[in-house]
């Protein structure tokens, strides 16, 4: 079976940093990607990884290993807004997004 | 502006009635799709279409009906087969191709009482 793994919840605090992790098992793999959804709201595209390494945009940076079934979305300088659920999806062999649960991130002042 | 559009953003019905949720895209996309998402869980796929009068069944078709008659349009019917049909709907397009970005309506929260 298509398995994706993400933390349910996070907390941290503003201006600190935090990573998001995301393991999956699926069958083929042509991509993988993060979004952002406030509570409410409809999930909007933050990052796309397909090659093994580092993407940086801005203060949020994407990371993937396809040789382990990883990636991690990494936020830095946290403000309050940052507050909302990132998802984790990845393109399957057929070019089916597979989504994951979501991780909820809680930010403190 | 290009974009997609849902409406209405909350509906209400009545048990044991059809409702249909409508979806709209001027982005000149090919692929339309339909998620459901329940509180703390993912998006898990109803329906999606890849052309023009052709759709396939996803994880969750049962009591949903779709159709695809134009390339900007469609729209999910939720019957009263569908068991448990309170949820957050959410509409997404996407172009063919190998990256597939989907871009996403900003959904309909439907409760049936």
């Known amino acids: 079976g298509q398995n994706i793994d993400q933390p349910t919840e996070m907390t941290a605090t503003e201006g600190a940093i935090v990573q998001i992790n995301c393991t999956y098992q699926t069958s083929g793999f042509n991509g993988l990607f993060w979004y952002q959804q406030h509570a409410g709201e409809a999930p909007t595209f933050l990052s796309y990884n397909v090659l093994d390494g580092l993407e940086e945009k801005g203060r949020f940076s994407s990371f993937l290993s396809r040789s382990k079934g990883y990636s991690y979305l990494l936020l830095k300088e946290l403000q309050m807004k940052d507050s909302a659920s990132y998802l984790c999806?990845?393109?399957?062999?057929?070019?089916?997004?597979?989504w994951g649960a979501g991780t909820k991130l809680i930010i403190k002042p | 502006d290009g974009g997609i559009t849902q409406s209405p953003k909350y509906l209400f019905r009545k048990e044991g009635q059809n409702v249909t949720l409508s979806c709209e895209q001027n982005l000149n996309h090919d692929a339309m799709y339909w998620y459901r998402q329940d509180p703390g869980q993912g998006l898990r796929l109803i329906y999606y279409s890849q052309i023009v009068n052709d759709f396939q069944k996803g994880d969750i078709a049962e009591g949903y009906s779709v159709s695809r008659e134009k390339k900007e349009s469609f729209p999910l019917t939720v019957t009263s087969a569908q068991k448990n049909p309170t949820a957050f709907y959410l509409c997404?397009?996407?172009?063919?191709?190998?990256?597939?970005?989907?871009?996403f309506g900003p959904g309909t929260r439907l409760t049936v009482l």
């Open positions: 999806a990845v393109l399957d062999s057929n070019y089916q997004l597979i």
């Open positions: 997404a397009s996407s172009s063919q191709g190998d990256y597939n970005e989907q871009f």
